[in-house]
C-alpha cells in the first residue's frame, strides 16, 4: 500500500476538511453519504470520554447526529439535552433503557460505561435492536465476549468495538510499515502504555467495575498495536505484575510487564502501569525501525522512522472511527473492529493474567 504524506493527504481531502479519507491498512477508506438521512446514535453513560471526547467528535461527523442519551444522573440529562438539542423522549435512564427499542430515532447505541458494564448494555442494546458500539475493553473476560457477539448476530445488528486508533494515520502507517515488510521482517515491537492514576476510589481500581487494572485500561493498546503492527496472532505470553502501593491497588494490578511470541518469530515487550507515564510504540526489522512518541493517547501524535521524520496528518481520532462505523451501517459491511476483534485481545489478556499467576509461559 502506499504510503502517504501530510501534503498528499491534505491535498486528497481538501484543507479544513474535518472529515478525511485515510486509506488504511487495518480499517476501510471512509466516505459521506451526502443525502443520507443521519444516524441517530445514543450514548449510554455521561461520564469523561462521552462528554469531552465523543460528545465533540459526534459533531464533526457528517453520518451521525447525537440523538439520545442514558444516564443515572439526572442533572447530567438536563444539561445535555440543554446542549444538543435532545428531546425528553430520547432520554433515558439505566432501568427504561429497553424502551429504546421502539424509538425510530436512535439507530446506534454507544456503550460508554465501566468495563463490567459493556456487557450488560451491549446485550440490550442488541435485543433492542440498535446496531452497538462498544468502548475497549469490550468485555472483561471472554465469555462475555462470546455472549455479546452471538446476541449481536441473533439481532442482526453490527457491533463495533472503539478502536479509535485504527482510524488514525499514524498507528495506520505503523501498521503498514509493519505488516508490508517496509523495513523487511519485523523482529522486535516494544508496546507500551501507562499512567499514573488519581483518585484512589474511582472505578478504574474497582475489580467489580473495572475487570482488572492497567492491564484493561490502556495496557490492550499495547496489545494491539504488537498485533497491528506484525498482522499476526500471538501465540503464548509470559508476564510478570509489580506493586508498589498495595493499599490503592488492592483489587486490581498496578504494573505488568508482559513479553508475545508471535508464529514468524517475532517477539513484543510490553509494560503497562497506573503507577508512571509511559507511552511509546517501536518497532525494529530486518532493516531499518519505526518509533512513535507520543503513540496511544489523543494526540497530537509523532513518529519517525529509520528513514526520517513521519509526516502524517493530526485527525480526530474519534469522528474518524465514529464515521467508518458510519459507512458499516450504511453500506452494509462488517466494522474492521468488531466484536471478534475485541474477543482477541480478551484472550491475551486473560493469557496474560494466567502467566502471572501461573509464572509459566503460557499459550493464547
Ligand atoms: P467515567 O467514570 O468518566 O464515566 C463512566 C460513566 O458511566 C459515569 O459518568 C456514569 O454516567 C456511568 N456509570 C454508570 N454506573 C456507574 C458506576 N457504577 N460507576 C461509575 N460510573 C457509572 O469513565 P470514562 O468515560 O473514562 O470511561 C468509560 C468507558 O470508556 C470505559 O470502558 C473506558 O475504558 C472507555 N474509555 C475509552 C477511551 C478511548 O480512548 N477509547 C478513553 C477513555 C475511556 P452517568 O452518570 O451518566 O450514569
Redo the contacts with the bound molecule.
Keep these: 500500500m502506499k504510503s502517504y504524506s501530510r501534503r498528499d493527504f491534505l491535498s486528497r481531502v481538501g484543507m479544513g476538511t474535518t472529515l478525511l479519507t485515510v486509506p488504511s491498512i487495518m480499517g476501510n477508506a471512509q466516505q459521506t453519504f451526502g443525502s443520507q438521512k443521519k444516524l441517530g446514535i445514543a450514548l449510554v453513560?455521561?461520564?469523561?470520554?462521552?462528554?469531552h471526547?465523543l460528545a465533540p467528535a459526534l459533531q464533526q461527523t457528517k453520518n451521525f447526529s447525537l440523538a439520545g442519551?442514558?444516564?443515572?444522573?439526572p442533572a447530567?440529562i438536563d444539561k445535555w439535552k440543554a446542549q444538543y438539542n435532545i428531546p425528553d423522549k430520547n432520554c433515558y435512564t439505566?432501568q427504561n433503557f429497553d424502551s429504546i427499542a421502539k424509538n425510530k430515532d436512535i439507530d446506534v447505541v454507544y456503550v460508554?460505561?465501566?468495563?463490567s458494564?459493556?456487557h450488560e448494555y451491549v446485550i440490550r442494546a442488541a435485543k433492542a435492536g440498535k446496531h452497538v458500539i462498544c468502548?475497549?475493553?469490550m468485555a472483561v473476560s471472554v465469555k462475555e465476549c462470546e455472549e455479546m457477539i452471538a446476541a449481536c448476530k441473533k439481532a442482526n445488528v453490527k457491533l463495533s468495538i472503539?478502536?479509535?486508533l485504527h482510524f488514525e494515520p499514524f498507528n495506520q502507517e505503523a501498521a503498514r510499515v509493519g505488516q508490508k515488510k517496509e523495513f523487511g521482517v519485523v523482529k522486535i515491537v516494544e508496546s507500551s502504555f501507562g499512567f499514573k492514576i488519581g483518585d484512589p476510589t474511582?472505578?478504574?481500581l474497582k475489580k467489580s467495575?473495572a475487570g482488572g487494572g492497567a492491564m484493561?485500561?490502556v495496557g490492550i493498546y499495547a496489545i494491539q498495536a504488537a498485533r497491528y503492527c506484525t498482522g499476526e496472532e500471538p501465540i503464548s505470553v509470559t508476564a510478570q505484575e509489580f506493586k508498589t502501593d498495595p493499599v490503592k491497588f488492592k483489587d486490581v494490578e498496578e504494573t505488568i510487564f508482559w513479553q508475545m511470541e508471535f508464529p514468524s518469530g517475532a517477539v513484543s515487550s510490553s509494560i503497562t502501569s497506573y503507577a508512571s507515564n509511559t507511552e511509546r510504540l517501536f518497532i525494529s526489522a530486518e532493516n531499518g525501525w519505526l518509533e512513535l512518541r507520543p503513540a496511544y493517547g489523543?494526540g497530537p501524535l509523532k513518529g519517525r522512522t529509520s528513514k526520517g521524520e513521519l509526516d502524517l496528518p493530526i485527525v480526530n481520532?474519534?469522528a474518524m472511527q465514529l464515521e467508518d462505523f458510519a459507512a458499516c451501517i450504511l453500506e452494509n459491511r462488517e466494522s474492521s473492529v468488531n466484536g471478534e476483534e475485541g474477543l482477541r485481545d480478551m484472550k491475551i489478556i486473560e493469557a496474560i493474567y494466567r502467566a502471572i499467576a501461573s509464572g509459566k509461559k503460557e499459550k493464547i
Design positions: 453513560g455521561l461520564g469523561y470520554y462521552a462528554e471526547l442519551v442514558v444516564s443515572g444522573t447530567k439505566y460508554v460505561l465501566p468495563n458494564m459493556h468502548e475497549k475493553p472503539g478502536y479509535r474511582q472505578w478504574r467495575l484493561m485500561d489523543y481520532h474519534q
